[in-house]
């Protein structure tokens, strides 16, 4: 396994090890042995989500105000632009981000931290993603951050995305840093 540490403090690119053959491949996507000595993800998984997105569909960016969740993410099927903000106010690095395709062809995980903002845009006809979560989904808990707030300049690959009527109100960084600040 190969890990990579990126521009945000925690937030790490994984690539397993792939085992192919004529008949197909096989990896192992954790083991949390492995994946605390290696990568330094020393948290329990609670809940694991399967997502199934369009081509453009755009997700995010989402966060847990009070219970935030670190996230181990990976595509099963398709591609995706995946995305993590660095959403803390007080953080040398706060509105700052990384993002990474994610794909079922290079087997690639992101880790990202509790703390962080998560997006993710599809960029092939459909895909399916899947995440491991270190605490549960809470509706009443979950904030988010425009997607196109120009203040983090993400350089989203589809120009007019297909969003929720939710993602469409999140705030933009600055007026998110106000609300985390009080």
């Known amino acids: 396994m190969k890990v990579v540490d990126t521009a945000l403090p925690g937030v790490r690119l994984i690539e397993p090890r792939v085992f192919g053959d004529a008949r197909g491949f096989f990896l192992e996507s954790f083991s949390a042995r492995r994946y605390r000595d290696e990568a330094g993800i020393d948290l329990d998984f609670v809940q694991d989500n399967v997502s199934r997105s369009a081509y453009g569909v755009l997700r995010g960016l989402h966060f847990q105000r009070q219970r935030p969740q670190g996230k181990l993410i990976q595509v099963i099927e398709g591609a995706v632009f995946d995305v993590a903000v660095d959403i803390d106010p007080r953080s ?9 395709e994610l794909s079922a062809d290079n087997h690639r995980q992101i880790w990202i931290p509790p703390g962080y903002a998560h997006g993710f845009c599809v960029v092939s006809e459909s895909a399916v993603f899947q995440y ?4 549960y989904y809470d509706p009443a808990d979950e904030g988010g ?5 120009p203040d983090l ?12 009527d939710k993602d469409r109100r999140h705030p933009g960084l600055k007026a998110l840093a106000a609300q985390r600040l009080r």
Request: hydrophobic share 50%; charged share 15%; aromatic share 10%.
């Open 132 to 135: 491991k979560c270190t605490d």
């Open 145 to 149: 951050l425009a997607w196109n707030c």
């Open 153 to 164: 300049a993400i350089p989203w690959p589809v120009a007019d995305p297909i969003l929720s």
């Open 92 to 100: 040398a690095t706060f509105g700052r981000h990384v993002a990474a």
